[in-house]
């Protein structure tokens, strides 16, 4: 069965080595723009969000990561037979890679961050982060450079790759929190909930 990696990131430090790593594992590299046009430079082949989704770009390509056809390919439990047939019969490919990077302070937003909220695609990739950690059993996940090396670790069904999930996924889900936290504040103000 085909895999796929979703690289959804505006990260540019080791994105090339990941990319050799995940090609050189046989995944398919399923870009946005940016990630694309780093991995295009180096004459390594993606394959552009709104090819592998068959959508065309709506609300300029904010909510691509958020199509359904790449979280059923995160959430198929490929030891259920039943699931990869009924993925395989959707014309839909498993999804074994996430690679995606959120703000973590509110001067990340930028200099209007009510505005910038509206015209970024943090809420989809926040989205597509998130269903990766909850299937950390099988999907790797990836939201810091620091961590990019321990990709190949994370390949196959040994205890050691598992742990290596797992400790990725939790590296994740610290990053999503800080996102979440900054989100909270540029919204909120410093005060939070209390505003």
């Known amino acids: 069965m085909k895999k796929r990696a979703i690289l959804a990131t505006r990260l540019e430090d080791g994105l090339t080595d990941l990319a050799y790593t995940l090609l050189n594992a046989g995944h398919e590299l399923i870009t946005d723009n940016h990630a694309g046009r780093i991995i295009a430079m180096a004459g390594l082949p993606v394959t552009p969000v709104e090819f592998a989704t068959r959508q065309s770009k709506i ?55 009510e505005a910038t909220l509206f015209r970024s695609d943090w809420p989809a990739t926040a989205a597509l982060l998130q269903s990766a950690i909850a299937r950390f059993d099988r999907v790797v996940t990836l939201c810091d450079p620091a961590t990019f090396a321990d990709a190949k670790d994370a390949f196959g069904d040994s205890e050691e790759a598992v742990a290596t999930r797992k400790k990725l996924a939790i590296t994740a889900l610290k990053h999503l929190g800080g996102y979440q936290a900054a989100l909270l504040e540029a919204i909120a103000g410093p005060q939070g909930w209390d505003a």
């Open 59 to 113: 609300t300029l390509g904010r909510t691509a990561s958020l199509h359904y056809s790449l979280h059923a390919g995160i959430a198929v439990d490929t030891a259920d037979a039943k699931q990869v047939s009924a993925l395989a019969a959707a014309s839909m490919t498993r999804v074994d890679v996430v690679v995606a990077q959120l703000p973590q302070a509110v001067s990340d937003f930028g200099e209007h961050p």
